[in-house]
């Protein structure tokens, strides 16, 4: 089944604790991207890729770095998470076409306290 | 950037037709999205439009006016089931990124 897999679908932290959000898709897309969803503001780009070892910043990159080593795996690494930076996440995959829609990962809701 | 315009609320009926409209402004516009989003659930694609006009997808159909800045998405015979976020996101600007509106969330009542 196509899909894009990301884990955990819970985690709650610590401020200042290192943590990572793994991404994965198994579609061979080579557009890979990152968003927050906050109550109020939407879903924000946080980074995006185009494809291995090209990453860039989306509309709110503060506080995260992305990684694409390889085509299926985008991971989002919160270095030293803030409260702030409790959300919902979603990774996201798309092919190549401009009409090629976007396929979401279930979500990773993270608290920082 | 881009600025998308899209209420925030909307309730209606089982069975009845609603109408929710999104206004944008971006350059180099390529297209728009709709997606569907239930509470706490990913956003699921619903339609693409490129060019003017209706695209009809069974109980779904979007409209595009590019000259307007304006979509809308109607959707047909209302089920409870389509109680949900529906998120309006235009393709174009620098980089040819997708942007995402606040999104619309719909209550139908039987």
């Known amino acids: 089944e196509a899909q894009v897999t990301q884990n955990p679908r819970y985690l709650i932290t610590v401020t200042g604790k290192k943590l990572t959000v793994t991404c994965s898709q198994n579609m061979n897309h080579e557009y890979m991207s990152w968003y927050r969803q906050d109550p109020g503001l939407g879903l924000r780009q946080i980074y995006y890729s185009m494809n291995v070892e090209v990453t860039d910043k989306g509309d709110v990159p503060e506080g995260y770095k992305v990684s694409r080593k390889e085509k299926r795996n985008f991971p989002l690494i919160l270095e030293s998470p803030s409260p702030n930076q409790t959300s919902l996440y979603f990774c996201?995959?798309?092919?190549?076409?401009?009409?090629?829609?976007?396929?979401f990962g279930n979500g990773t809701r993270l608290t920082v306290t | 950037g881009q600025n998308i315009d899209q209420p925030t609320e909307m309730t209606a009926t089982e069975g009845a037709i609603v109408q929710i409209n999104c206004t944008y402004q971006t350059s180099g516009f390529n297209g728009l999205f709709w997606y569907q989003q239930h509470a706490g659930e990913a956003p699921t694609f619903l339609s693409y439009n490129v060019l003017d006009g209706l695209e009809e997808k069974g109980r779904f159909s979007s409209f595009l006016s590019r000259s307007k800045g304006y979509s809308y998405l109607l959707l047909k015979e209302l089920q409870m089931k389509d109680s949900a976020s529906y998120l309006c996101?235009?393709?174009?600007?620098?980089?040819?990124?997708?942007?995402f509106g606040g999104g619309t969330r719909l209550m139908v009542k039987p």
């Open positions: 996201a995959s798309k092919g190549g076409a401009v009409y090629s829609p976007l396929h």
């Open positions: 996101a235009p393709l174009g600007g620098a980089g040819n990124m997708l942007t």
